[in-house]
């Protein structure tokens, strides 16, 4: 399993960016991926998760919801994070990740991450 995430970059507060992790090596629906965030001196956290088996998305950070959007294609195995009306404190590296099964438990598969910046 490899997953590559892109999309990252430096955007203004009150912007948006659109981040995909491209998986190879497993079929989206047997798997679940999710987005975590690591910021400056924090701790790294979950952020949205999707299954892909049952097409659920479930949002672990109440600062996201409404604001993000987790999504993905079957066809390319790819997962996307829309994130709209951005601010400060979504400063931080993204790294998506994939799990066989369900967005619960361990999740084995790593990405290297994408910066994403969001100026005041």
């Known amino acids: 399993v490899q997953l590559v995430e892109s999309g990252g970059g430096l955007v203004q507060t009150g912007g948006s960016l659109r981040l995909s992790c491209a998986g190879t090596?497993?079929?989206?629906?047997?798997?679940?991926v999710a987005w975590f965030r690591q910021a400056p001196g924090k701790e790294r956290e979950g952020v949205t998760c999707?299954?892909?088996?049952?097409?659920?998305?479930?949002y672990s950070d109440r600062s996201v919801k409404g604001r993000f959007t987790i999504s993905g294609d079957y066809a390319t195995n790819t997962v996307y994070l829309q994130m709209n009306s951005l601010k400060p404190d979504d400063t931080a590296v993204y790294y998506c990740?994939?799990?066989?099964?369900?967005?619960?438990?361990?999740?084995?598969?790593w990405g290297q991450g994408t910066q994403v910046t969001v100026s005041a």
């Open positions: 090596g497993f079929t989206f629906d047997d798997f679940a």
């Open positions: 990740a994939a799990n066989q099964g369900s967005c619960i438990g361990e999740f084995s598969s």
């Open positions: 999707i299954s892909g088996r049952e097409g659920s998305t479930y």
